[in-house]
């Protein structure tokens, strides 16, 4: 049963529906696939969305890969209401057997995940923003985050005596990654990286506290124990701490330039076709 549903229906989960298995004829999801990415590079009739991704035209794709070091996004449509929702997973290698007309003297694209690629640039932000408290403003990246500069919050306006009520506002911002302007973001990366080189170590955690041993490999900027400055180690409880003695300097400008193509230069394979990012910025 298994294999002739297979080959007759394409079948996916759908947004807000739980576990539910959907199926689709394998002709008619692939009309309605073409029709929405056709909408997204703002080529469908009465799109209005677009364009947030450009075909790469086979002429250019070996140009465009030569000069990218970064993997591609591959993508999934899920059902979504009466439309259909773009999802993206970057954590993904790309092995990819190239179709025509854009395997020309390439083959096969083989890259490493960009998620993976992209892991020393993330670290030494990560480290930029400890290292600066409050640079990037109310932003908050975790529950301590939020509690520790809302309670700060409450605890000044208390102080004031003030008794002007307090509201709390949850709200979802519509299309939030597809609205962010990545000249912006890119600028704010650059203002962060405050020096020309930056030390990055590697160590290991081991979980304590089950009967299994676990360990992770893990990658710090600029310290390392027994430092008192050591960021990332001393953040795991329950785990003991192995230096794995492997370093590495990386420079500003080479993190500036992966940043910059992952912003800018965001590849998106789908059905057969490359596409590239030109609205937004990259997820997943």
């Given at each position: 049963?298994?294999?002739?549903?297979?080959?007759?229906?394409y079948?996916?989960?759908?947004e807000?529906?739980?576990?539910?298995?959907?199926?689709?004829r394998?002709?008619?999801?692939r009309s309605?696939?073409?029709?929405?990415?056709?909408?997204?590079?703002?080529?469908?009739p009465?799109?209005?969305?677009?364009?947030?991704?450009?075909?790469?035209?086979?002429?250019d794709?070996a140009?465009a890969v030569?000069?990218?070091?970064?993997g591609?996004?591959?993508v999934?449509?899920l059902?979504?209401?009466?439309?259909m929702?773009l999802i993206?997973?970057?954590?993904?290698?790309?092995?990819?057997?190239?179709?025509?007309?854009?395997?020309?003297?390439?083959?096969?694209?083989?890259?490493?995940?960009?998620?993976?690629?992209?892991?020393?640039?993330?670290?030494?932000?990560?480290?930029?923003?400890?290292a600066?408290?409050g640079?990037?403003g109310?932003s908050?990246?975790?529950?301590?985050?939020?509690?520790?500069?809302l309670?700060?919050?409450l605890?000044d306006?208390?102080?004031?005596g003030?008794?002007?009520?307090?509201?709390?506002?949850?709200?979802?911002?519509?299309?939030?990654?597809?609205?962010?302007?990545?000249?912006?973001i890119?600028?704010?990366?650059?203002?962060?990286?405050?020096?020309e080189e930056?030390?990055l170590?590697?160590?290991?955690?081991?979980?304590?506290?089950?009967?299994?041993l676990?360990?992770?490999?893990?990658?710090?900027?600029?310290?390392l124990?027994p430092?008192d400055?050591?960021?990332?180690?001393?953040?795991?409880?329950?785990?003991?701490?192995?230096?794995k003695?492997?370093?590495s300097?990386?420079?500003a400008?080479?993190?500036?330039?992966?940043v910059?193509e992952?912003?800018m230069?965001?590849?998106v394979?789908?059905?057969?076709?490359?596409?590239?990012?030109?609205?937004?910025?990259p997820?997943?």
């Amino acid at each position: 049963v298994a294999p002739l549903t297979h080959a007759n229906f394409y079948a996916t989960d759908a947004e807000g529906k739980g576990t539910t298995v959907y199926y689709f004829r394998h002709d008619f999801w692939r009309s309605i696939s073409k029709h929405y990415l056709a909408g997204l590079c703002g080529a469908a009739p009465g799109s209005i969305r677009g364009p947030m991704l450009e075909q790469v035209k086979a002429c250019d794709f070996a140009e465009a890969v030569k000069k990218n070091k970064l993997g591609v996004t591959h993508v999934r449509l899920l059902p979504k209401g009466k439309g259909m929702r773009l999802i993206s997973n970057q954590s993904k290698a790309t092995e990819i057997d190239l179709p025509e007309p854009y395997s020309g003297n390439i083959g096969q694209l083989v890259r490493p995940p960009i998620n993976a690629s992209l892991r020393e640039a993330f670290c030494v932000i990560q480290h930029e923003i400890r290292a600066v408290p409050g640079i990037l403003g109310a932003s908050c990246f975790s529950d301590k985050d939020i509690y520790e500069k809302l309670g700060a919050f409450l605890r000044d306006h208390k102080a004031r005596g003030s008794d002007q009520k307090l509201y709390m506002v949850s709200c979802d911002v519509q299309k939030a990654f597809d609205s962010i302007d990545a000249e912006r973001i890119l600028a704010m990366v650059g203002g962060l990286l405050r020096k020309e080189e930056y030390d990055l170590h590697k160590f290991i955690t081991a979980s304590t506290w089950t009967k299994d041993l676990y360990t992770k490999t893990r990658q710090t900027c600029e310290v390392l124990p027994p430092d008192d400055t050591f960021e990332d180690g001393f953040r795991y409880p329950h785990h003991v701490i192995l230096n794995k003695a492997s370093s590495s300097r990386v420079k500003a400008s080479a993190l500036r330039e992966i940043v910059r193509e992952h912003l800018m230069s965001n590849l998106v394979y789908a059905h057969g076709k490359f596409y590239k990012q030109v609205k937004g910025i990259p997820q997943g």
